[in-house]
């Protein structure tokens, strides 16, 4: 009996069984290797779109600098830490949340003798950083906004953001969205974004970008106290541009509708001619009931040279219709914060020169001058980078502001005034 026992079970179990194989046989085999192969990446694709992505990161600015005057009799000289921090949450084909905040911290500063003003300037630390608190720092929230994507189609971005909005280097015409210009001496954009929603639209080869500007909704008196709420349907501001591919180049029209303020309507193009990268713009104020129509315009180009591209050739030329030749009104300007040396005047223009691979890899110079030409003043800068390993990236720059006291880029620092500046810039 013991012997007969284990193939009678056998074969009992087989029977039963037989009925479950011939289930299975009418569907798909669960031990096919290209089933379970497909099992697993669909798993796998399910985890993915449910993983969240998460991107720490910024840039570090250290700044120290020392600005005298020919007779070397005085001097002011600050040192700087500032940067931006960033943390920035994706969920894969769904959207992402984004914030940024930028920060600084006085070091140091000292002045001597027939001292240069300290407050307001086109060069480093001593001449943009006000006496402050060197135990304090001060923070700024740079851009928070969530993204969205819907089908591919639309992206939509929600919040506090900055916008790229033109193709010029140093003047931007058409960039009348956000708040502030680029500083072209910064190595770092350290701006604060504006408020609002935007919608990136494809539209064949063609983008649409819209923007809704909702900076004005909430507003604070200039003499302190409660914020107002105001109708967003008075205060809020419609952006809107439309880049579009023509014979190889890029076009684009811009404009911005505003209840409150002048609207605004803009064209800018950028392309290849002769070898040469170039790019223009134009932008216009429209007429209002109290406001004249003004207008600005700029135009560039640039180019690398010889085998290797070492070299490489920069200009650009700008009119500013809402510009003055009158250098008594800048302190009243200075007064209100208002001014710019690169937008107090009328007529500027920008030439550089510049050689990477100087000698050794990751050594570069740059020759650059900025001026006025409403008021003759002007800024020459040379400086020269080093981007070695073992070494922090860091550039040295001697700057020369001249053309008469009391200009565009002599106001702040006197006239024939010098600035040594060194810049750490790290990233992390």
């Given at each position: ?27 798909p085999?669960?031990?096919d290797?290209?089933s ?35 007779a ?35 070091l140091?500063?000292?002045a001597a ?11 480093g630390?001593?001449?943009s ?14 851009e928070?906004?969530?993204?969205l994507?819907?089908a ?10 900055l ?27 350290l ?29 604070s ?9 105001n ?54 104020a429209?007429p ?5 129509l ?6 560039g180009l ?26 008594s ?12 040396p ?12 510049g ?15 900025f ?12 400086s020269?980078?080093?981007?070695v ?16 006291a ?9 006239n024939n ?5 060194l ?6």
């Open positions: 009996m013991r012997r007969c026992g284990w193939p009678a079970a056998a074969v009992v179990v087989l029977a039963l069984a037989a009925p479950v194989v011939r289930a299975d046989d009418a569907g085999d669960v031990f290797s290209g379970f192969d497909q099992s697993v990446q669909q798993s796998r694709q399910q985890e993915q779109k449910a993983k969240l992505e998460t991107q720490f990161g910024g840039n570090l600015l250290y700044d120290t600098s020392v600005t005298t005057v020919p070397l009799d005085g001097y002011g000289a600050a040192g700087s830490f500032s940067g931006k921090a960033f943390v920035k949450v994706t969920v894969p084909d769904t959207g992402a949340l984004y914030l940024a905040y930028n920060f600084s911290k006085n140091y500063q000292g003798g027939s001292v240069p003003g300290t407050s307001l300037g086109p060069g630390p001593a001449l950083q006000p006496a402050g608190d060197l135990y304090g720092a001060s923070y700024a929230l740079a928070f906004y969530a993204s994507d819907i591919h189609a639309v992206f939509f971005r929600i919040g506090n953001q916008l790229a909005w033109g193709p010029s280097v140093i003047w931007t015409p058409v960039d009348f969205v956000n708040l502030e210009h680029v500083n072209p001496l910064s190595p770092l954009d701006r604060v974004g504006k408020p609002g929603i935007r919608a990136t639209v494809p539209v064949g080869t063609s983008t649409l970008f819209l923007f809704a500007d909702l900076s004005r909704t909430v507003a008196p200039a003499g302190g106290g409660s914020s107002v709420v109708d967003p349907a008075k205060t809020a501001a419609l952006a809107g541009r439309w880049d579009v591919p023509v014979a190889g180049a890029e076009v684009a029209v811009s404009g911005l509708a505003s209840a409150v303020g002048q609207s605004r309507a803009g064209l800018d193009a950028s392309g290849r001619l002769l070898g040469f990268d170039v790019y223009g713009e134009l932008a216009a429209l209002t009931a109290t406001d004249a003004t207008w600005s315009t700029s135009a640039q180019r690398d040279l010889g085998d290797l591209k070492y070299w490489h050739l920069a200009g650009e030329v700008y009119y500013n219709g809402s510009g003055t030749a009158d250098i009104s800048y302190a009243g300007l200075a007064a209100s914060e208002a001014f710019d690169f937008y107090v005047g009328k007529w500027y223009a920008y030439v550089s020169a050689r990477s691979h100087l000698f050794v890899d990751g050594v570069s110079t740059t020759l650059a001058a001026t006025d030409l409403s008021d003759g003043s002007f800024l020459a800068r040379v020269t980078s080093l981007a390993p073992g070494v922090p990236p860091l550039s040295v720059a001697l700057s020369w502001a001249g053309g008469g009391g200009k565009a880029f002599t106001y702040v620092t006197g005034s010098l600035t040594a500046d810049q750490v810039v790290v990233e992390f």
